[in-house]
């Protein structure tokens, strides 16, 4: 079965600080991980996906399938990055291709 | 404009009553899916579809049903609401399995 583990439900950090938020998977094959944001009382909607290996808003995500891992990071924390943040991981192999979320991290950016 | 509609947006209503939260694309995409997102903010699949006249259980059970009559439309349905129903339902689509998913901006029921 495939899972998505997002240990902190809650992270804060001050603005100008570097800013991780840890996403843990397990699954049997080659993931597809995701990030996706929902920024308050707006929709859910893809902030970046490894296989594209870009970086958007500054936010940056590394596959590291040693540690089975896919952190997102951002050097310096803006205070608009406050958002609700999910991990999500799809599998074409096996689900058939459904994406499963993590429960999800809730940025708090401080001035 | 290509989007994924969801409505009603809000929805208040008695237990026992019957209701059915709208979703539709004009995105072309075959794939659709509804997720639960429940108050401490957990996203759960329960229903997905691949196509017309193809629909599928997710993940997380739920009483309710959905239907794909057509490719843009995806309703789901609850025949008899109660309290344990009160949720955000969230509509999703996507051009391929596994790919980047689309989302309504979600239906918020509260059932009385």
């Known amino acids: 079965a495939q899972r998505v583990t997002q240990p902190e439900k809650l992270l804060s950090v001050f603005k100008g600080a570097p800013v991780e938020l840890k996403c843990n998977y397990s699954?049997?094959?080659?993931?597809?991980l995701f990030w996706y944001v929902q920024y308050s009382r707006q929709r859910l909607q893809l902030l970046l996906r490894?296989?594209s290996r870009e970086s958007i808003k500054g936010f940056t995500a590394d596959l590291n399938k040693g540690e089975t891992s896919f952190h997102l990071k951002k050097p310096f924390a803006q205070e608009e990055d406050s958002a609700m943040y999910y991990c999500?991981?799809?599998?074409?192999?096996?689900?058939?291709?459904?994406?499963?979320f993590g429960d999800g991290t809730t940025l708090t950016v401080k001035p | 404009e290509a989007d994924i509609y969801q409505t009603p947006r809000y929805l208040v209503i008695g237990t026992g009553k019957k209701i059915t939260l709208e979703c539709s694309q004009t995105?072309?995409?075959?794939?659709m899916y509804w997720y639960q997102q429940d108050p401490g903010m957990e996203l759960h699949l329960i229903h997905y579809?691949?196509?017309?006249?193809?629909?599928e259980k997710g993940d997380l059970s739920s009483e309710s049903t959905v239907s794909r009559i057509r490719t843009e439309h995806f309703p789901l349905t609850l025949e008899s609401a109660r309290p344990s129903h009160t949720s955000q339902y969230l509509c999703?689509?996507?051009?391929?399995?596994?790919?980047?998913?689309?989302f309504g901006e979600g239906s918020r029921l509260t059932v009385l």
């Open positions: 999703a689509s996507s051009k391929n399995a596994g790919g980047e998913l689309f």
């Open positions: 699954y049997s094959g080659s993931p597809e």
């Open positions: 490894h296989i």
């Open positions: 999500a991981l799809s599998g074409l192999n096996t689900n058939a291709g459904k994406s499963t």
């Open positions: 995105m072309g995409h075959d794939k």
């Open positions: 579809s691949y196509g017309v006249n193809s629909t």
